[in-house]
């Protein structure tokens, strides 16, 4: 008993030293690190209720670790430049989510980057408010209030009473487990985000988080405490760039290639459209129950429009799907994106005409992406693959492409390949159609489906997200119909699945929950069609039925560059892969193993695995 007695004596004293000696410091410390949480639950409650319990555990072992400096050294500079640090952290984590609604992270300190003087005054213009101001200023004023209690007031006697023994050993034994469960909680979090490899990063951040059925592990990181999300924000900024000097290296080796002239570069047209988080289950032409897709339908009935059946993205994440996409590399075959060429760009050197219109990703304003914005919008792409390229958003995409129409009218030309990223019915899809222009089709009561997990506020969530595909289907009608009186062939597909409670109490993207067969399909499976005028189907006849013979065949979006290289005539270029063209007589599948999480995905849906 003595043994032991002195073991928990010699704790006691180690752990208290700095509780003890620094007590307002380690308060002030570990309150400035939970200020983002604290102020995220001031904006939302709900779950950032967990969020913030362990944040202030998580800030307190910092707070523990970092006490040990003053308690030392004796020196008062050292405790003022701590709490200084933890103060700036703190004070700009919480100016981004006061003023921007957005936390800290790779994404939004790219975006102060890159931002100039001009789009500053604009944004402050548009999104600085009195009360925001007044928000920031209260944020100013409690954050050094902290630093001066911290480092002027002298908790020594106070903070560990010499007299209340019991009342000693409650804080110490309160402070062990707050002390224990905020380790557990870092050493998971970093342990996580601290790989080497950019997709493990964002398979991580995208990972169901425990405080929630719609918290993420990023949330976990970027609206916990400031202590952690700052390496964590550096180094995803590191890994979002890593990777692209390979990837442009490669790019002037394609530019390097000697090129002929593609044969149908002065025939047809080509166009790319880039839908977003479309789901293949809530289109009327893949079964749902209400029309989604009319105008897609009638062409579908003309017989403009093949509809595929069994395609699949390589990613349920944007930038990791399109990452994979836009190059020549086939990611089922372990190929990384940034070891093949850009697709556009080796059509570019065949004699076709690039257009870019982009209403998701611009620089160097209003990134959605680091790593997207940094491939699409690169300098030596901008320079030696587009003819001309979009550089502004819109809110909706009915307005981005009637903007398109006016600054670059069609001229009736031929051999333009035109790629169009559209913002779909990215979340949240309310936000996706202008409900004063008669989208607002359906509402909860319009769903002539019912499922244990649907409240009328799910519901109505269900039915604004078919009202976006509905939208979406009169914004693809109207790019058909800026190239109907010219030979043109069209593909359009998602770049991912999504979930809109379809299966269970889940949206969005999603960790899967037992039912991984089930989670794969609605994660990955994409709608996919290929349309064509009625010119170009006179044309290319040939063609049109090597289309039609290929809509039962497996494929992944993957490889759809390759596609795109058949159709404008590159079939004789180093670049091309008939066993890849989906198209191609040669076609063989390739493994359709997915980028996010590398799950084979045929022998999971169709083997044993499948439980649907």
């Not at 690039?354 to 990134?367: G, M, S």
């Not at 309310?430 to 769903?447: I, K, Q, V």
Request: aromatic content about 14%.
């Amino acid at each position: 008993m003595t043994l032991i007695y002195k073991l928990l004596h010699k704790f006691y004293t180690f752990f208290s030293t700095p509780l003890r000696k620094e007590g307002a410091f380690v308060i002030a410390i570990t309150l400035l690190l939970a200020i983002p949480t604290a102020i995220m639950f001031t904006i939302s409650g709900g779950d950032t209720k967990k969020l913030l319990i362990s944040s202030l555990c998580q800030g307190f072992v910092y707070a523990w670790c970092v006490a040990w400096l003053p308690t030392l050294t004796r020196r008062r500079w050292t405790s003022w430049l701590l709490l200084i640090l933890a103060a700036i952290a703190a004070f700009l984590e919480g100016t981004f989510l006061i003023i921007g609604r957005k936390p800290f992270s790779p994404e939004t300190l790219t975006l102060v980057l890159e931002t100039d003087s001009r789009e500053a005054a604009s944004f402050a213009h548009q999104f600085v408010t009195a009360g925001k101001i007044a928000g920031v200023a209260a944020l100013a004023l409690i954050s050094g209030f902290l630093v001066w209690f911290g480092a002027k007031t002298n908790l020594r006697q106070r903070f560990m009473p010499q007299s209340g023994k019991k009342l000693r050993i409650g804080l110490i034994c309160a402070a062990a487990a707050a002390f224990c469960f905020g380790t557990l909680r870092l050493t998971s979090l970093w342990s996580g985000f601290m790989v080497a490899d950019l997709q493990q990063f964002e398979n991580w951040t995208t990972r169901r988080s425990p405080y929630g059925s719609d918290f993420f592990r990023f949330q976990e990181i970027t609206l916990g405490d400031a202590a952690t999300n700052v390496p964590f924000t550096l180094w995803g900024l590191y890994l979002n760039t890593r990777e692209l000097p390979t990837w442009e290296s490669y790019q002037r080796k394609v530019i390097a290639t000697p090129t002929e002239r593609f044969t149908e570069a002065d025939s047809v047209n080509i166009v790319i459209i880039i839908g977003e988080s479309f789901i293949k289950g809530h289109s009327s032409l893949y079964g749902y129950p209400l029309p989604t897709n009319p105008r897609l339908q009638q062409e579908a009935d003309s017989g403009r429009l093949a509809v595929f059946t069994d395609y699949i993205s390589s990613a349920n994440l944007t930038s990791s799907s399109l990452r994979n996409m836009l190059n020549l590399n086939s990611a089922g075959d372990g190929e990384p994106w940034y070891e093949s060429a850009y697709f556009p760009l080796v059509a570019a050197r065949g004699g076709w005409r690039v257009h870019l219109y982009d209403n998701q990703v611009t620089a160097p304003k209003y990134i959605v992406d680091v790593q997207l914005s940094a491939l699409i919008r690169s300098r030596l792409l901008m320079e030696e693959c587009y003819q001309w390229a979009t550089d502004s958003l819109d809110r909706y995409d009915g307005d981005f492409i009637s903007r398109v129409n006016r600054e670059h009218p069609f001229d009736g030309s031929t051999g333009n390949l035109d790629i169009y990223h559209l913002y779909g019915q990215h979340f949240a899809p309310a936000d996706r159609y202008p409900s004063e222009a008669g989208f607002d089709r359906w509402t909860a009561d319009s769903l002539p489906y019912d499922r244990p997990w649907l409240t009328p506020q799910k519901r109505q969530t269900i039915a604004e997200y078919d009202n976006a595909t509905f939208y979406n289907d009169s914004v693809i009608a109207s790019i058909m119909r800026r190239y109907r009186d010219t030979p043109t062939i069209m593909l359009y597909f998602s770049d991912h699945g999504e979930e809109m409670y379809d299966a269970s109490d889940c949206s969005v993207r999603n960790e899967p929950s037992g039912d991984i067969a089930g989670w794969l399909r609605r994660q990955f499976e994409i709608p996919m069609f290929i349309w064509a005028s009625d010119s170009y189907k006179a044309l290319r006849p040939a063609k049109w039925q090597s289309v039609l013979k290929a809509v039962n065949r497996p494929g992944m979006l993957d490889n759809i560059g390759q596609t795109a290289l058949s159709l404008a005539g590159a079939t004789s270029s180093p670049f091309y892969n008939p066993r890849r063209d989906i198209l191609s007589p040669a076609y063989i599948c390739p493994p359709r193993i997915t980028v996010t999480r590398s799950l084979d995905y045929d022998s999971i849906r169709h083997g044993r695995m499948s439980k649907e």
